[in-house]
């Protein structure tokens, strides 16, 4: 990736501060973060050494902070967990992995927490990803401190996410949340607190994860979604930002970069990216991000650079 930053387009970079289990990769003096455990096992010992040097060559360094997945916080604080009503334990996901309840301010106040030390350590951004209620796993048995009702979901995330940039904001930081690709189409919360009209006032970035192979079977009118990225991404990005006309967010879309999983089965190379890109851009988003989960980025897709990162959202 380093090196893709020397010879390519790309311009900014996104390092996992809170990853999907909850795990810290830097020595993080959260006491709250310490005394659940969140840190390691592997720790990045250069991790501020390297951000010193990305930030010496002007690239835009985003935090990418796992919210309500949290396996690390729920095992340890099990009053914070989103609880199974039939073991009376922590509940847990078709990952094997646990959730803390996101209606607990207390929640809250660990993320921002965690979103403080990263914005200290030299982050331009902080990326909350699972900003969300849960979508797999056995759902009626998911137990919350109160009940839940699309409003109350809706309503909870945006607060999360007025809090935080509440008491971010004096960091300089900017906030991003990451959203899923299809509520672009649908006017309810999805079933998991995300609609973008109470999204969007809250961030100065929404982010999209626009992958074809994530898509419903003909949505939006496709019944083979991969085989029209360029359509996919344009119109998902087109219908985001009518739905938040007149609002300083941006869209900048997470673009795929990975094999197929859900339809053809085919490899995701240069033309399929080139054609996200290009309707990344035509649809109006604010740049893009790719997703490989093995950090296996198809360069040949990418123009030659490097361009000088954007330091503030235009």
């Known amino acids: 990736v380093f090196d893709l930053l020397e010879r390519t387009e790309l311009n900014a970079v996104v390092i996992d ?23 390691g096992p ?63 301010e207390e929640v809250w106040d660990y993320l921002i927490a965690v979103a403080k030390e990263a914005a200290a350590k030299g982050f331009d951004e902080i990326q909350f990803d699972y900003v969300r209620f849960p979508t797999d ?10 009940p839940i009702t699309p409003q109350v979901r809706i309503e909870t995330i945006a607060a999360f996410l007025t809090k935080a940039r509440k008491e971010l904001g004096p960091t300089g930081v900017f906030i991003a949340a990451d959203i899923f690709g299809y509520t672009a189409f649908n006017d309810n919360d999805t079933d998991i607190g995300q609609r973008i009209e109470d999204l969007a006032p809250h961030v100065d ?31 998902s990005i087109r219908l985001t930002r009518k739905r938040t006309e007149g609002l300083p967010v941006q869209i900048r879309p997470w673009l795929q970069d990975f094999k197929d999983y859900a339809f053809d089965k085919r490899n995701f190379g240069v033309t399929e990216i080139r054609d996200q890109i290009r309707g990344s851009d035509e649809g109006g988003g604010s740049g893009w991000m790719l997703w490989n989960p093995r950090n296996d980025y198809t360069a040949a897709a990418l123009r030659p650079g490097p361009m000088l990162a954007r330091k503030s959202p235009t």
């Open 205 to 235: 970035y929404l982010s999209p994860m626009v992958y074809p192979s994530g898509y419903h079977l003909g949505i939006p009118g496709y019944r083979n979604p991969v085989h029209h990225s360029y359509e996919i991404v344009r119109e």
């Open 137 to 146: 796993g056995k759902l009626s048995a998911a137990k919350y401190s109160k």
């Open 17 to 39: 501060v809170k990853g999907d289990r909850g795990l810290i990769p830097y020595r993080t003096q959260v006491p709250a973060a310490l005394e659940a455990g969140a840190l």
């Open 42 to 104: 592997v720790i990045m010992k250069d991790f501020d050494k390297i951000v010193a040097d990305l930030k010496s060559r002007n690239v835009y360094l985003i935090a990418r902070i796992v919210a309500f997945k949290e396996n690390v916080l729920a095992t340890a604080r099990p009053e914070l967990a989103v609880i199974d009503t039939r073991t009376g334990k922590a509940w847990i996901d078709n990952e094997k992995l646990a959730w803390v309840d996101p209606t607990r």
